[in-house]
């Protein structure tokens, strides 16, 4: 039988030197069998101003804090490390690279709630874990949840936000069996994360609001540039971009 472990990371920063400074994580064997980890963890690189202020994490709080790979989340994480098993996070990529800055080797299969979102939400406007809290009234729910859990809800906090995600998930499951119904559920998951999502619209820019096929079809000059020029496209963009480029 899987095990699903939902985590969220808060760090020094963004940066390729940054690392983890607070896991937040949920094993989750059956409906019963759940295991809580919220844990504070110390490192060599300074906390960036700009981290501070969205995690509150100062340090001192991390004086005597073990690093992250004495913690018990990152001994649990290595345990359970094999393909039966689901390692779940909105926006996994960051989070897991993260780990591997760890020398973590990863052997899960991987869920990126953020990922499925975008394909299963794509009515939503947004797809950050807080507007989905809101948008889909999690918020409602989550004291619950909390209080059967015994977490207490923060707000930039990495058990707080794996709150959500679980919440999020049941979601996820309901949404993508209605669509998917011959599929195995996890499974379908687990492939969409590994499948780039096709952008209708523009986020950013000069066209940000409008219809990608539309602005191919006045100002394919416009996409061919940002393709060429803008090296830090996300995945889903570039896929967009090369699918519009590649069909004119």
Known sequence: MSTYILFDTETTGADIED???QIGGLVIKSKTDIEVYDELCSCEVPIKLEAMEVHNITPDLLVG????????FYNKLQQLNNPTNYLIA????????????????????????????KHLYSELSYHRLQYIRYALDLYKTEQQEADNLNITIKAHDAIGDVLVMKLFLRQLVVRCNEIYPDYNTMEKLAELTQTPVFIKTFRFGKYKGSDILEVASKDLGYLQWMRSNMADL?????YTLDKVIGNK
């Open 234 to 238: 996300d995945e889903d963009t570039r």
């Open 90 to 117: 909105h926006n996994i990529n960051f989070d897991l690279g993260m780990l591997q800055k760890e020398g973590f080797k990863n052997q899960f299969t991987l869920i990126d709630t953020l990922r499925c979102a």
């Open 19 to 21: 690392r983890i400074i």
């Open 65 to 72: 804090k073990p690093p992250f790979v004495q913690t018990q």
